[in-house]
């Protein structure tokens, strides 16, 4: 029986051992396969950070829940894949490339499966953070594989490929989860994720030579735990102060203390960090002015742009009655767009100042905001698709230069945590502003429900005749009798003042969004481009 079991498992190995060996690293084709194995796992990581936004409706209908709970499908992701990034690095330079590189898929993969069988949203939840620890594997450590593999005159248009697979999920993210949740059901939009993990896996097994790094650092226990705890703790309590199922609103003991640990453990991490020699994170890269200010703007804009990815398709689905392909389709031209002008602002920012695009960018985007503040629910198509061509120009327009402009006067050995720290803060910032602006949403909803329905006054002429009419409507056209209409006229304008409420709720919010995209464009201002570094 024990033969029985190996011997299948023998040949698989002996079969991967075959066909790994018709791949020669010192072949100038093996990068560029190399190159296409990365690229199937940063498309699978990125999607599944869109894919999930045109489902949510679905799922919350699904399983009975609001947007305050709902939420966390997003944010647990986007909070492991940020724990996992500093932490994916070392673990590369002790256990190998590959084989992290390999744990990453098999994670993402793994996570995917449960996902598409959860019977709850607590289980959900649960199996995004699976996913998003695989994630947080996949993006540095293909990335750095990049890098190392491919010569200084290569790497760019190696690096520009790579970014394809990350703009286009942006695109085709949305429209492909819009597609499965109408055609099929919303758990088909992880479960797709199965056979390309698997296929993943394989070429990985097949393709990549292992690496190890000569440098060991050591690993930073007190510092990745003080960190792991900081972050979900933050957020549980920012998320769930204003919650329908806290009571005792931000005065509730539950939230109190999860402010206070977060306090605690965000001082033991940077005591930690700043005061061993080998530290998880390389906090001292912060004294650097560029990269300080950099990445401030990079927290603050994720606050506004991912923060507000999620409403769109809420807004879209439950206020306009798009599908939830209809609304995947309304940001296929952000990354196409984006694909288009990164490039092209990377060669521009070589010729002028950089800071230039950088604020173009970030004002095309508080206008993009802006313009999705005037949303209601008789907005026309035209006016949501200019506010998404501006948003994917603007996002061209900034990530390029503001993150040369990070690295520079970074030595080349610290080139990783740079990179490293650069996502983490920008999936941070994101991760708070879905937190933020999903409590601001469900406040301002049952703010704009009370003011609506404070000036309705029942003895007024105008109420009189609007309920005469709609109540005329029913039993001529409904069949109701004249005392149901009564009821049914009463519902059919509270239900009307809900979906104002919401839709106003959503504008608030894209408000909200628009300023803090101004605020990040302040510090630009005192970046510090010389004519000696402008070609970055």
């Known amino acids: 029986m024990t033969m029985l079991k190996i011997k299948p498992f023998h040949g698989f190995r002996e079969f991967i051992r075959k066909q790994s060996a018709t791949f020669d690293d010192q072949s100038p084709t093996y990068r ?46 986007m909070l492991a894949l940020a724990v996992m990034l500093p932490t994916s690095g070392w673990m590369a330079d002790r256990f190998g490339y590959k084989r992290v590189y390999f744990l990453g898929l098999f994670l993402f993969t793994f996570g995917s499966f449960l996902c598409g069988y959860s019977s709850s949203e607590d289980m959900l939840i649960f199996s995004r953070v699976i996913q998003g620890l695989g994630a947080g594997a996949l993006m540095p450590v293909g990335m750095a594989i990049i890098t190392r593999e491919f010569p200084p005159e290569q790497r760019t248009l190696a690096l520009g490929f790579w970014s394809i697979a990350s703009a286009a999920s942006v695109s085709f993210g949305p429209l492909i989860g819009g597609y499965l949740v109408d055609n099929f059901s919303w758990p088909l939009i992880f479960d797709v994720n199965v056979p390309i993990g698997i296929a993943g896996m394989l070429a990985t097994a097949i393709i990549q030579k292992e690496y190890r790094s000569s440098l060991k650092r050591k690993f930073d226990p007190v510092g990745f735990i003080s960190v792991s705890i900081f972050l979900p703790v933050l957020l549980y309590a920012l998320t769930e102060g204003n919650a329908s199922s806290n009571s005792g609103g931000w005065n509730s003991p539950i939230i109190l203390a999860c402010f206070g640990i977060s306090v605690i453990s965000l001082t033991v991490f940077l005591v930690t960090e700043l005061t061993i020699k080998e530290p998880l994170i390389e906090l001292s890269l912060f004294r650097g002015y ?36 209809q609304a995947g389709a309304v940001f296929l031209p952000v990354g196409i767009i984006q694909g288009i002008a990164a490039p092209a602002t990377g060669i521009l920012s070589n010729k002028i100042n950089p800071k230039i695009p950088i604020i173009i960018g970030a004002l095309l985007l508080a206008i993009s905001f802006y313009l999705n503040s005037m949303l209601s629910y008789l907005t026309e198509h035209w006016f949501i698709m ?9 996002m061209g327009l900034m990530f390029s230069p503001l993150t040369a402009i990070a690295t520079l006067g970074v030595a080349k050995e ?63 056209n409904v069949g109701s009798t004249a005392s149901n209409a009564i009821q049914q006229g009463k519902f059919l304008i509270m239900s009307h003042i809900n979906r104002q409420a919401f839709v106003q709720a959503i504008s608030d919010d894209f408000l909200i969004a628009a300023i803090i995209t101004l605020i ?8 510090r481009v010389t004519k000696k570094n402008k070609e970055l």
């Open 32 to 77: 560029w396969w190399l190159l296409a194995n990365v690229m199937i796992g940063t498309f699978m990581a990125v999607l599944d950070a869109t894919i999930v936004n045109v489902g949510l409706p679905k799922i919350m209908a699904s399983f009975g829940v609001g947007i305050d709970k709902i939420e966390w499908v997003l944010t647990a992701y």
């Open 290 to 325: 560029n990269f300080a200010v950099s990445n401030l703007v990079i927290f603050i804009f994720g606050i506004g742009m991912f923060g507000s990815t999620f409403l769109l398709p809420l807004y879209l689905q439950n206020s306009l009655g798009y599908t939830a392909i």
């Open 386 to 394: 200019l506010s998404l061509y501006l948003r994917g120009l603007a």
């Open 414 to 476: 610290k080139m990783g945590q740079a990179s490293g720290l650069i996502n983490v803060l920008r999936q941070i910032g994101g991760s708070f502003g879905v937190a933020v602006l999903s409590t601001l949403l469900t406040t301002r909803v049952i703010y704009h429900s009370q003011s609506y329905g404070e000036t309705l006054d029942q003895n007024s002429p105008a109420f009189q005749g609007v309920m005469a009419n709609i109540g005329n409507f029913l039993v001529h």
């Open 520 to 527: 990040s464009a302040i510090p630009v201002f005192f970046l």
